[in-house]
C-alpha cells in the first residue's frame, strides 16, 4: 500500500506540474492557426556550384536572416529544412510579396564607368527606355478595369516603334511578353557600353536610405570600405566632367546612370560614400537598402512555397479545433462509462491526464502546433484509450472465468501488456517515419501523434492501474457488476 | 455475426466459417478500388491513379471570403473567369508569365467564400489577382485571406517523399511483426495493410472521378496513420492467436484463430468506436482543410478493423499449423 501511495503522489504531482505547465507557458501556433505568412525558399545550384553544401546554405541562411531583420518583420523566424531549403515564417504579415522581393534578390551591386565616346547611345537608350516605362505602365494599369483595350491600339503601336529602334526581331503574343523581350534587350545594349566592374556591393559597410531634398522620392546612401572608398574615388575621377557616366547596376540591371560633375576631376569623390537616387520610393528605397546591407547571397534563392492565411481564418481554425477536441473527448468519455463503468470511468480520468500531459509536452518541447498537428492529437485520444479497452476486456475474460476481482484486474494488466506494447510500436514506427521524412505540418502531425502514442503508454498502464487499486480500497465498488455491465454470473469462454 | 445468450456473454465470430465470404467481400472491394484506379488513370483529364492536388502539381489556391451582411449575392463562375482571361499579370524577374486564363473558380459556403486555383504565382501577382476580385466579387474580409503557392519541384518532392515514408514505415512495421512473431505473420499483416491502404485509395479514386476532390500531402499522412492504426489491430489478434496456440495446443488451426478472433473482437469493436467518435467531431466540426482528411481516416479504421478481424485471421487458416516464437 505504501508503494501505491508513492505512485499515486507522484501521478498528482505530475498532473498538477503538467497543468501549471498548461497555463504559465505559451503555446507555438502554427501559421495556420494565428495567421500569417509562410515562404520556403530553396536554393538554386548554379553553372559553378553544382553542388549545394551546408556550408552554403549556412551562408544563405545568414544573409536572409540579415535581409529579414531588416524587413522589420517581428518574431519571424527562419530555419533550415533538408538539404537545399529554407523556410521563412512571418507571423501576422498579410502580404508576403514585400518579403519576397527582398529576399528573392541576389543583390549584386556594381559601379561602371561608361565608355568613352558613347554619349548619343546612351541618350537614345535612355529615352527609349523611358518610353517603355510610360508604356509598360499603361499596358498594366492597376485599377485595370478600363481602358486596355483603348490603349492597346496606342501600346502595340509603341512597342513596334521600340522593335524597330531596337531592332528586335522576336514577337511574342502578348503585350506584356514583348515588353519583357524588350526590357530585356534595351538592358543588355545599355549594359554594352558600359567597361567591366571593378567596384562592387562586396566593398560596402553599410547601407542607408533618406529622402531627397525637397522631393517625395527617395535616395539610398551608401558607405565603402577603406578599399571601395578608394576604388570609387579613382572611378568617379576617371569621368568627372567628361561625358561619361557612372552606371550604377543592380542584379545585372542598369537601375540609373549618374554624372559627375568636373569639380571631382582632380581627387574624385573621396570619403568612402555615395548615393543612388533613381526615382525610389519609400518602399523600394528601403528594400534596395535592405537587400545591400544584408551583403549579396552567394547563391541563388528562389521562392517555391507561399502560404498566406489571414487572423480570422486562423481563429475560426482554432475555435472549430477546439470543439472538436471537446466534442471528442467527451464522446469517448461517455462511450468508455456506458461500456465499462467503474473501470470505464477510471479510463476517463486517465484519459483527462493523457490530454494535460500531452497538452504541456507540446508547450515545453516545443511543438508547434498546426491544424493537421491538432487532429492529430484528437485521433489520438480514441486511440489512447486502446490500451484500457485492451485491459478492461481482459480482466472481464477472467471475471467470467470466475476469478475474483483483484485477480482478474491483476491479471488483466500483465495479459494485455504485450499487446499493448506490440501496438504501441508499430504505431510509432509509422510515425517516426513521418517525423524523418516528411516536411512541415507533416512533422508535426506525426510529432503530436507520436508523442501521444508514447504518454498514453504511461496513462493507460500506470494512471489507470494505480486508480483502480486506489478505488478498490472502497467496498461499495469492489462489486463485479461494475466491471461486467449486464453479465453477473461468472461462465466460462469454452 | 453475433451470438449474445446469457452464458456466453461474448461476441463471437467464426472466421474458419465464413472464410469463403470474407475473401469474396474482400476481393471485390479490391476489384472495384483497382478498376477505380486504372479507370482514373486512363481518364484524360486525371490521367493519375488519383487525381493529384495542389501539393502535387504546384499551383497557386486563393481562398477569399466576401464581406456579405446577411446572405452573400450569387455570382457567377464565368464572370469571374472572364475577368481573370482578359487580364495579363505584370512580369518578375526569374518567372515567365503566368497563363490565368486558365483559373478555375468555385464557390463555399453559398457564396459567402471564393476559391480559386491558378498556376504557380508570385506572391505579388498572387496580390494582384485579389486586387482584380475586388471590384467583381468584394469587398473582402480584411482577415480571411488565404494564400497558398506551390512550386512545381517542391509538388514532385512532396511526392516522392510520401512514397518513401510509405515505404519506411512499412519495411519498419514488417520488421517489427518478424522480429516479434513470424515470418508468415508479417507477411499476413503486411497484406492485411495493402488491402485497406488499396481500398481508401480506390474510393478516393471514385471520389475524384465523381467529385472531382483532389488528394493532398494530407492524404499522404492519412494513408501512414492508417498503415499505423491497422497493423496495431491486427498484431493484437495475432497476439491472441500465439497466446491459445500455447495455451491450447490440441486445438485445430481453425478453432484457435475462431477462438483468438472472438476473444479480441469486442476490443476491436470498441477500439474502432474510440476511434471513429473522436474522428466523427473532427469531420463535423474540423472545417473543410480537416474534412477529407478525416474521413480517409475513419474509411481506413473501419476497413481496417474489418481486415484484422476477418480477413489477415482468415488467411492464417490456409496454414496447416502455428509456429511461431514464443
Known amino acids: ?494 | 455475426m453475433t451470438s449474445s445468450s446469457p452464458d456466453r456473454a461474448k461476441l463471437s465470430f467464426p472466421v474458419s466459417r465464413y472464410r469463403s465470404r470474407i475473401w469474396l467481400v474482400s476481393a471485390l472491394a479490391v476489384i472495384i478500388s483497382c478498376v477505380g484506379l486504372i479507370s482514373s488513370w486512363l481518364n484524360p483529364s486525371i490521367r493519375y491513379p488519383l487525381r493529384p492536388g495542389l501539393d502535387f502539381t504546384g499551383g497557386t489556391q486563393i481562398k477569399l471570403e466576401r464581406q456579405c451582411l446577411d446572405k452573400c449575392t450569387p455570382l457567377k463562375i464565368s464572370a469571374i473567369s472572364k475577368e481573370l482571361q482578359e487580364k495579363t499579370l505584370p512580369e518578375e524577374i526569374s518567372t515567365s508569365i503566368p497563363n490565368i486564363s486558365t483559373a478555375r473558380v468555385q464557390f463555399l459556403d453559398g457564396y459567402k467564400s471564393i476559391v480559386i486555383r491558378l498556376p504557380f504565382l508570385s506572391p505579388t501577382q498572387a496580390e494582384q489577382i485579389v486586387d482584380i476580385l475586388i471590384p467583381i466579387a468584394g469587398p473582402f474580409e480584411p482577415g480571411g485571406k488565404a494564400i497558398d503557392t506551390i512550386g512545381p519541384t517542391l509538388g514532385t518532392q512532396l511526392l516522392k517523399s510520401s512514397f518513401i515514408s510509405l515505404i519506411v514505415a512499412f519495411t519498419g512495421i514488417a520488421l517489427y511483426i518478424g522480429y516479434r512473431f513470424d515470418r508468415t505473420f508479417a507477411f499476413l499483416a503486411l497484406i492485411a495493410l495493402m488491402h485497406d491502404l488499396l481500398i481508401v485509395c480506390g474510393i478516393f479514386s471514385w471520389l475524384g472521378i465523381f467529385l472531382n476532390l483532389e488528394v493532398n500531402s494530407l492524404f499522404a499522412v492519412a494513408l501512414l496513420t492508417i498503415s499505423g492504426y491497422s497493423v496495431n489491430d491486427t498484431v493484437v489478434v495475432f497476439d491472441r492467436i500465439r497466446e491459445i496456440n500455447s495455451s491450447q495446443d490440441t486445438l485445430k488451426i481453425n478453432q484457435k484463430v475462431d477462438l483468438a478472433v472472438s476473444a479480441t473482437l469486442a476490443r476491436t469493436l470498441y477500439t474502432s468506436c474510440t476511434t471513429l467518435l473522436p474522428l466523427s467531431a473532427l469531420i463535423f466540426f474540423g472545417g473543410d482543410t480537416l474534412f477529407w482528411f478525416s474521413i480517409a481516416l475513419a474509411l481506413g479504421v473501419v476497413i481496417g478493423s474489418w481486415s484484422s478481424i476477418a480477413l489477415a485471421p482468415s488467411l492464417l487458416t490456409l496454414r496447416s499449423n502455428i509456429k511461431i516464437k514464443e
Request: net charge neutral.
Open chain 1, 1 to 494: 500500500m505504501a508503494r501505491q501511495q508513492g505512485w499515486f503522489a507522484l501521478i498528482l504531482a505530475l498532473v498538477i506540474a503538467a497543468s501549471s505547465v498548461c497555463f504559465s507557458q505559451p503555446f507555438q501556433l502554427g501559421l495556420d492557426l494565428r495567421g500569417g505568412s509562410q515562404l520556403t525558399l530553396e536554393i538554386q545550384p548554379t553553372k559553378d556550384i553544382t553542388e549545394i553544401q551546408p556550408e552554403q546554405v549556412e551562408a544563405v541562411k545568414s544573409v536572409l536572416d540579415r535581409r529579414v531583420n531588416g524587413l522589420g518583420v517581428s518574431e519571424s523566424t527562419l530555419q533550415t529544412i533538408g538539404t537545399n531549403q529554407l523556410i521563412l515564417e512571418l507571423p501576422g504579415e498579410q502580404d508576403p510579396s514585400k518579403a519576397s522581393r527582398v529576399l528573392g534578390k541576389t543583390a549584386l551591386l556594381e559601379f561602371r564607368a561608361q565608355k568613352k565616346g558613347t554619349k548619343d547611345e546612351i541618350k537614345e537608350l535612355q529615352s527609349l527606355r523611358s518610353l517603355l516605362i510610360r508604356v509598360s505602365n499603361s499596358d498594366s494599369s492597376p485599377d485595370g478595369s478600363k481602358g486596355i483595350e483603348k490603349n492597346d491600339e496606342l501600346v502595340k503601336k509603341q512597342l513596334e516603334l521600340l522593335n524597330n529602334s531596337l531592332s528586335i526581331k522576336d514577337r511574342a503574343g502578348s503585350n506584356a511578353e514583348q515588353i519583357k523581350i524588350i526590357k530585356r534587350a534595351l538592358n543588355q545594349k545599355i549594359l554594352e557600353l558600359f567597361e567591366p566592374a571593378e567596384l562592387t556591393g562586396k566593398d560596402l559597410i553599410s547601407a542607408g536610405r533618406r529622402q531627397e531634398q525637397n522631393l517625395s522620392t527617395w535616395e539610398v546612401t551608401l558607405t565603402f570600405n577603406q578599399e571601395g572608398g578608394n576604388k570609387f574615388a579613382e572611378l568617379t575621377k576617371s569621368i568627372a566632367g567628361t561625358d561619361q557616366l557612372l552606371g550604377i547596376i543592380l542584379d545585372g540591371e542598369s537601375i540609373s546612370e549618374a554624372s559627375v560633375g568636373e569639380q571631382f576631376n582632380v581627387a574624385g569623390i573621396t570619403g568612402g560614400s555615395a548615393t543612388i537616387s533613381g526615382n525610389f520610393t519609400a518602399d523600394s528605397a528601403r528594400e534596395l537598402e535592405v537587400q545591400l546591407r544584408g551583403g549579396s547571397l552567394p547563391l541563388p534563392v528562389e521562392i517555391v512555397q507561399v502560404r498566406t492565411i489571414g487572423p480570422t481564418l486562423g481563429a475560426e481554425n482554432i475555435n472549430r479545433s477546439l470543439i472538436a477536441a471537446m466534442t471528442g473527448l467527451f464522446l469517448v468519455a461517455v462511450f468508455m462509462i456506458i461500456f465499462y463503468r467503474v473501470p470505464g470511468f477510471v479510463a476517463v480520468i486517465a484519459l483527462s491526464f493523457y490530454a494535460i500531459f500531452n497538452i504541456s509536452l507540446y508547450a515545453l518541447i516545443p511543438v508547434t502546433l498546426t491544424l493537421p498537428g491538432v487532429a492529430g492529437f484528437i485521433l489520438s485520444i480514441g486511440m489512447a484509450v486502446d490500451a484500457n479497452v485492451l485491459i478492461f476486456e481482459r480482466v472481464k475474460d477472467e471475471l467470467r472465468r470466475g476469478n475474483t476481482l483483484i485477480r482478474s484486474i491483476e491479471t488483466g494488466f500483465s495479459q494485455a501488456f504485450s499487446s499493448i506494447i506490440d501496438g504501441h510500436i508499430t504505431t510509432l514506427i509509422s510515425c517516426i517515419a513521418l517525423f524523418y521524412l516528411g516536411t512541415g505540418f507533416v512533422k508535426g502531425f506525426s510529432a503530436t501523434l507520436g508523442i501521444g502514442v508514447v504518454i498514453s503508454l504511461f496513462t493507460a498502464l500506470s494512471c489507470t492501474r494505480v486508480l483502480l487499486r486506489f478505488l478498490m480500497s472502497y467496498k461499495t465498488l469492489r462489486r463485479t457488476s461494475n466491471f461486467l455491465p449486464g453479465h453477473q454470473i461468472p461462465s466460462s469462454l469454452q
